[in-house]
């Protein structure tokens, strides 16, 4: 059973940090990159950060400098430390991992992030 836990969202003041973790079971291929997206009400999801298996990044321009993703793959773990959040980072978090093929995706069920002003 595929399955991936995403925990750490909650409600925070402006300025202040979470992080989430995304812990993947029960995938049925090698997961070559995990990342984070987001989608605000109203808004298209878009991505926040990726990380493939041997650790190279990519981040939102929007985040850089104040997120942070990391993964173990010993455990199938990926992380997201988020540092000064703003309002504009409120949204539904989701992690995504995939494999070498396009077809080979899967999605968790996302985590809520709410920053106040």
């Known amino acids: 059973q595929v399955q991936l836990v995403e925990s750490g969202g909650g409600l925070v003041q402006a300025g202040g940090s979470l992080r989430l973790s995304c812990a993947a079971s029960g995938i049925p291929f090698t997961i070559n990159t995990m990342g984070w997206y987001r989608q605000a009400p109203g808004k298209q999801r878009e991505l926040v950060a990726v990380i493939n298996r041997g650790g190279s990044t990519s981040y939102a321009e929007s985040v850089k400098g104040r997120f942070t993703i990391s993964r173990d793959n010993a455990k199938n773990t990926v992380y997201l430390q988020m540092y000064s959040l703003k309002p504009e980072d409120t949204a539904a978090y989701y992690c995504?991992?995939?494999?070498?093929?396009?077809?080979?995706?899967?999605w968790g069920q996302g985590t809520q992030v709410t920053v106040s002003s």
């Open positions: 995504k991992c995939s494999g070498t093929y396009y077809y080979q995706n899967y």
